[in-house]
């Protein structure tokens, strides 16, 4: 229930939200306008949206502050964050974080859909596709760089590396081939940059089982370091929970 005042430039709601811009003749927001949603017990900062309306719903671009701290700019239709261009920036929890955890690209009914870069609050940055707000990429258009500088190129499916991929280790090492879950699975070759080796083989829960030399030995052992394994099962582990860090996060008035 509303009640509009005489100058037809404001809404005044009855649960204390207000706007204030323009209107159709039915006197919904039309238009340009914004909105400011009432105050509520512990938000971080005053909900509100700053953008273009149609037919009383957000449609066009807008910005819009949660209640929470977060902030979206970007296009809307029909009330949801749609379109390309969108950048939502989550609210920096830890005041000694560097980085804030954000996204930019396209969206769909409220979801990241589409191409789009998200930055982590650790230093990592994933750019590639996304379905129904999950990291969903294929093999050539999708890049999770960790901010040890390991790089890994490839497949995506729900948030995890998943399928035919590539991964550039810190040293130059190189492997390629299968993943699941996460971890290499399935057929892989493993490069050694230092020494020029390449061995081929089969993987299971990212160890190497069988194995056999592909690329002849120069000067050195073709034994892949525990390190790595180590590092790829910390890195997989290291997504999941940042994922988590912000999935429930949006869309607080």
């Known amino acids: ?48 949206y700053d953008g273009e309306w149609e037919d009383g719903e957000k449609h066009g671009n807008g910005k819009h502050w949660y209640r929470n701290g977060d902030i979206y700019e970007g296009p809307w239709e029909n009330g949801k964050r749609h379109g390309s261009n969108g950048t939502y920036t989550y609210y920096k929890h830890d005041s000694h974080q560097d980085i804030s955890l954000s996204y930019e690209g396209q969206w769909k009914h409220d979801q990241k859909h589409g191409q789009g870069i998200m ?31 390991q790089i890994y190129h490839g497949k995506f499916t729900n948030d995890t590396k998943h399928g035919k991929g590539k991964i550039i280790y810190d040293n130059g090492d190189i492997y390629q081939g299968g993943f699941k879950n996460g971890k290499r699975h399935g057929k892989g070759t493993y490069t050694f940059k230092q020494t020029g080796i390449a061995t081929e083989g089969l993987y299971e829960n990212d160890k190497r089982t069988t194995y056999k030399v592909v690329k002849a030995k120069q000067h050195s052992s073709d034994t892949e ?22 999935a429930n996060l949006e869309d607080s008035n």
């Open 1 to 48: 229930m509303t009640e509009s005042n005489d100058d037809d430039k404001t809404i005044e709601y009855y649960n204390g939200d207000r706007y204030e811009g323009q209107k159709d003749k039915q006197g919904r927001p039309h238009g340009h306008g914004v909105y400011t949603h009432h105050n509520e017990r512990g938000q971080i900062q005053q909900g509100k």
């Open 119 to 149: 930055m982590f609050t650790n230093g990592d940055k994933y750019q590639g596709q996304w379905e129904n707000g999950q990291m969903c990429g294929n093999k050539d258009d999708s890049t999770y760089t960790h901010h040890d500088k």
């Open 225 to 246: 370091t525990t390190d790595h394994v180590q590092r790829q099962t910390t890195t997989t582990t290291t997504i999941a929970t940042t994922k988590k860090s912000y």
